[in-house]
C-alpha cells in the first residue's frame, strides 16, 4: 500500500466564456435566517418511515456529503415514533418524580435559570448500521447506511443538579424518562449514568433546539444509545428498577447464539466510516486521493484510526483532526494513491479504553446471525478498475 | 460581591389544565432539513442595512439568545459591500497568480481533491462593538451592539498547499484577495499569515459554506479581522506590496491621537462580553442568576475571564467551558446571588499571551476620540433596583 502526502489539482487553464451576471450586478439583500444555497439543496436528510405511520420511522444524516465533525441542525439524523409533536414551551414541564424526597417541576424558563454545560457530542441509534448484518453488502451511499448518527454542541442543565434539589431516596437505582410524544415513548436510565454526566439540553449548536431534536428539552445521555437521549422530555421517575418498557424489552435488545437476549446494551461501541470516497462515489482515475472519514466511541476518545487500501492485509496510521474530545467525532484524513487496480479501503478506530473496532466477521462470530442493533464492524469500500465505489464484505 | 453555587428554581406545583394536543395526537412526518421551532422565530439576525444601497450593511447574531460557542449557519453575522452574489459553483474558479512561478486556477471540483483541514474559529468584523466609541451608552441588545462575530467549525484546503503548488518568487511579500461580489471586494493579506494558517474554506459547521458567507469558497484568516475573510474568493494575488485598496486605507484603518493612522491592523484583540443577563433582560427578583458570556482573543487561547458586579472593584473568576481552542469562542460560567441592590456586571478577559481586556478609559486613552475599528473596552451591564439591565459606562 501506497499512501502519499500530497496533491496537484490545480490547472494552468484560464477562465473560458463571459463573466457571469453575479460578477457586475448587485446581490441579495441580508436574511434573518440563512440557508443553504440553492446549488446545495440536494443535501438533505435521507427519510425512511413507515407507510402505514408516517412519523414512525428514521432519517439519516447524509455524512458522505458532510465534512469536518459538526452536524449541522437542519441534518442532524431522526428517529421518532410517532412524529414530531410541536410542542408550546409555555405549556411544558419536566415532572421529577417517584423515589426522591421532593417531587419537583421544571418549566423552560425555570430550567434557563440552572448553571448549564455545553459539550460536543455524538448521538448513534442503536440500530445504525444494522445493514451490516445482512448477508450481502447493502448498496447504498454511506450516509444511508451509517447516518443515523449526528454530533452536535449540547448546551443544558446537569441532571445531578436536579436531583439533588429533588433529593434522592435510597432506594432509587434507576430513572424512567419519558417523552411528549403522542407515543409517550420512554426508556429506563441507571441512577449513577444520570448523576454522572447527563444533561437536560435546551441548546443544539449554539441555538435553541429543534423540534425533531426535542424542542424544548431533552435527555442527553453522552456515549449511549440514541433511544435514551429522550426527546420532548416531560418526566423523569426514580425507580428501584427499570420499567420494562418496549423499547428495553422487544426492541433494542438483542438474541444472542446461546439463545439468551442481551439487554441494557447502553454504550456505543467504538467505530469509523470513510465517508470519502465511499459508495456512489467515482476515482476519475489513477491520482492521488484523500481519504477522510469520522471515528467515534462511546467509551471516550478515539486514540487511533488505522486505513487500509487493500481490504486489511496492510494498515497506515490516519491523522487525526484536533481537538480530539471524548464521545464526540473525530475526523481522520490520510492521502493515498491510487493505481488503478482494484482496491478495498477500510479504516479501523481505536478509542483510550482499548476498545478495537472488531471485523465484520469477528462480530458475526461473537453476536451470532440474529443481530439487529450495535453494528460496530468494519467497513469496506471497494474501488473497481473503472474507479467506481460499491460496499462491499 | 457574593457568588453562590447553587440555584433551586424547580416547583413543587403540579402541571394545571387539560393535556396539550401532542400528547394525544400524532406528530409531524419526517424533513429533508430541519428549521427552528414556531417558537423561536423570533431569534434572527438583525439587520441594519443602507437604505440606498440594500446590500451594504450588517447582520448581527443575536448573541444574547444564544448558549455554548457554535454559531449555527443560519444565524453567521453577515457584511457584504454589494449584496450576497448568487454564484453557480460550477462557473466559479480561483486564480492563484501574480509573483508566482506558475499561474493557477481551481474550481471547487479540484479543491474538493486537496487535503482538508477543520478548525472551530471565530470571525469577528473589525467594526464590531464599535458603538462602543459613542459618547453615550447605547442602549441594545449585547448581540445587536456586539454580534458581528460568530463562530463556526471551518473545513478547507490550506492555502500554503496552493501556495506551494504554484511556486512563490522570493519578491513576493504580500497576497491580494479578491472577492466574486460586484463590488470585488480586495484586500492585502501578509504572505507569511498566508503560509501559516489561512485557508480556502468550502464547508461550514460540516456542510457546504451558505451563500451569505461565501459560497462556493471563502479565505479564512484564523484570527484576523473578518473583512480580510473574503468571501466568494475569486483570486489570490501574489505582490511585493498591499494592493492599498479601499478596505485597508479609508476604512478599516483608524486616526489616532497623534494624527497619524492606524493601518493593517489585523488582529483582533482579546474580548469578552456577558450574554445573560445582558441590556433588554429584567431579574424578576433577589435570587440566584448565572452569569454567561463569551471570550475570544485572535492572539490565541483564552487563559482567564473574571467577572464584576460591582463595577470593576472587586473580581471573581468565572468557570470556562472546554476545550478551550485557539482563536474561538470560549464560554464562560459563574453564578452570582443578586442581593437587589443597583450592581454593574463587566467581564474582562485575558489570553495566553497576556493580553488583558483594557478599560473603555484606557481604550480611549490609548486611542483617543477618533476610534471607530477595534473596539474590545470591557462592557458594563447596569442592574437596577427594578431588575431592569441596561448598557452603562
Redesign the interface.
Known amino acids: 500500500m501506497v499512501f502519499a502526502t ?10 473560458q ?1 463571459e463573466d ?1 451576471a ?20 440536494g ?3 435521507r ?1 425512511g ?1 413507515n407507510r402505514a ?3 414512525n ?3 439519516f444524516t447524509p455524512l458522505d ?12 439524523f ?1 428517529r ?1 415514533h ?8 409555555a ?3 419536566l ?2 418524580h417517584g423515589q426522591v424526597e ?5 418549566t423552560v424558563k ?2 434557563l ?6 459539550q460536543m457530542l455524538f448521538i448513534e441509534c442503536g440500530g445504525n448500521s444494522n445493514a451490516g448484518w445482512h448477508t450481502e453488502p447493502m448498496q447504498r451511499p454511506a450516509g444511508s447506511m451509517h447516518g443515523l448518527v449526528s454530533c ?4 443544558g442543565v446537569p441532571v445531578s ?2 436531583l ?3 433529593g434522592v431516596q435510597p432506594t432509587a437505582k434507576w430513572i424512567i424518562a419519558e417523552g ?3 407515543g ?1 415513548m420512554n426508556v429506563s436510565i441507571p441512577l449513577a449514568k444520570m448523576r454522572d454526566d447527563c444533561l437536560v439540553a ?2 443544539q ?9 426535542g ?2 428539552m431533552r435527555l442527553i445521555v453522552p456515549g449511549w444509545e440514541g433511544v435514551l437521549h429522550v426527546k420532548w422530555l416531560q418526566r423523569l421517575e426514580l425507580a428501584d428498577q427499570p420499567v420494562m418498557a418496549r423499547n428495553e424489552t422487544s426492541k433494542y435488545t438483542e438474541l444472542m447464539p446461546s439463545g439468551k437476549a442481551r439487554q441494557f446494551t447502553f454504550t456505543m461501541e467504538c467505530k469509523s466510516l470513510i465517508t470519502s470516497p465511499s459508495h456512489g462515489h467515482t476515482l476519475p482515475r489513477p ?4 481519504v ?1 472519514g469520522l471515528a467515534w466511541s462511546g467509551h471516550g476518545r478515539i486514540r487511533k484510526v488505522e486505513v487500509s487500501a487493500d481490504g486489511g492485509r496492510s494498515w497506515a496510521v490516519a491523522a487525526l ?1 484536533t ?1 480530539v ?1 471524548a464521545r464526540c467525532f473525530t ?1 481522520f ?1 490520510i ?1 493515498w494513491r491510487w493505481d488503478g487496480r482494484p482496491a478495498v479501503l477500510m479504516s479501523r478506530a481505536s478509542d483510550e479504553h482499548g476498545h478495537v473496532q472488531p471485523t465484520r466477521a469477528a462480530l458475526i462470530a461473537e453476536r451470532g446471525r440474529s443481530g439487529y442493533f450495535h453494528y460496530n464492524g468494519i467497513v469496506s469500500w471497494a474501488v473497481d478498475e473503472d474507479g467506481s465505489v460499491a460496499h462491499t464484505y
Open positions: 500530497a496533491v496537484g489539482a490545480g490547472t494552468t487553464q484560464p477562465a466564456g457571469p453575479w460578477l457586475h450586478e448587485p446581490g441579495a439583500p441580508f436574511s434573518a435566517y440563512g440557508q443553504p444555497a440553492q446549488t446545495e439543496r443535501t438533505t436528510r427519510i418511515a405511520v408516517a412519523g420511522g428514521v432519517s456529503e458532510l465534512e469536518g465533525v459538526i452536524t449541522p441542525n437542519g441534518l442532524h431522526e421518532h410517532n412524529g414530531v409533536p410541536r410542542i408550546d414551551p405549556r411544558h414541564s415532572t421529577l421532593q417531587p419537583l417541576s421544571f425555570s430550567l435559570r440552572y448553571p448549564m454545560h455545553s452536535a454542541e449540547w448546551t443538579l436536579l439533588d434539589e429533588a411528549a410524544d403522542a409517550a435546551l441548546y449548536n449554539g441555538e435553541r433546539l429543534r423540534p425533531e431534536n424542542y424544548p491520482d492521488i486521493y484523500q477522510s483532526q481537538p474530545l475526523r484524513r492521502p
